[in-house]
T-cell receptor, first 113, second 114 residues
């Protein structure tokens, strides 16, 4: 069975500062990993995903994440936070053949002016 | 391409009433999901369809929740009778028929049970 743990339900950063949102996963088989963003009263929008190949993946809006198998982590980063990045972020795991997506509990990002 | 369509966007009902939500997935997506998202939590899978067959409904409260996906396209999720704790956002998603494809989400239906 797969699971996802997101450390920190709330993260605050200053505008222009580094954003780091943490995600650790558990999977007995090679995982597919995803980061989604959710704005108020909206559905989830894909930021980026890791399936195979390069472990550093780049997504939309300047976000990137690195798959580290040894640490079972898939942390999301952005070099410089913007006010528009304020939202809730969800990490998710899936595996080949199941087409099932398991989500973490989410991290709410607040960007301070 | 058109996204996942859901209706209604908002619904307020009294406890013990019934309610139904509708979802039309992206064309060609064989897998359809219904998630329940309670305020402040991550989405929880209620039911997963592959075409018109159920793959996983282990977390669906079957005494009050039901879902169907006729003809393998659109889907309906029903709650009868509703409880206060059913207040949540109900998200529909669909995914393409290849490994590693991401799930695409609709905007959700916000249900308030009073």
């Amino acid at each position: 069975a797969q699971s996802v743990t997101q450390l920190g339900s709330h993260v605050s950063v200053s505008e222009g500062a580094l954003v780091l949102l943490r995600c650790n996963y558990s999977s007995s088989v090679p995982p597919y990993l995803f980061w989604y963003v959710q704005y108020p009263n909206q559905g989830l929008q894909l930021l980026l995903k890791y399936t195979t190949g390069a472990t550093l993946v780049k997504g939309i809006n300047g976000f990137e994440a690195e798959f580290k198998k040894s640490e079972t982590s898939f942390h999301l980063t952005k070099p410089s936070a913007h006010m528009s990045d304020a939202a809730e972020y969800f990490c998710a795991v899936s595996t080949s053949g199941t087409y099932k997506y398991i989500f973490g509990t989410g991290t709410r990002l607040k960007v301070l002016a | 391409e058109a996204g996942v369509a859901q209706s209604p966007r908002y619904k307020i009902i009294e406890k013990r009433q019934s309610v139904a939500f509708w979802c039309n997935p992206i064309s060609g997506h064989a897998t359809l999901y219904w998630y329940q998202q309670i305020l402040g939590q991550g989405p929880k899978l209620l039911i997963q369809f592959q075409n018109n067959g159920v793959v996983d409904d282990s977390q669906l409260p079957k005494d009050r929740f039901s879902a169907e996906r006729l003809k393998g396209v659109d889907s309906t999720l029903k709650i009868q009778p509703a409880k206060l704790e059913d207040s949540a956002v109900y998200l529909c998603a669909s995914s393409p028929p290849w490994a590693g494809g991401e799930a695409f989400f609709g905007q959700g239906t916000r249900l308030t049970v009073v």
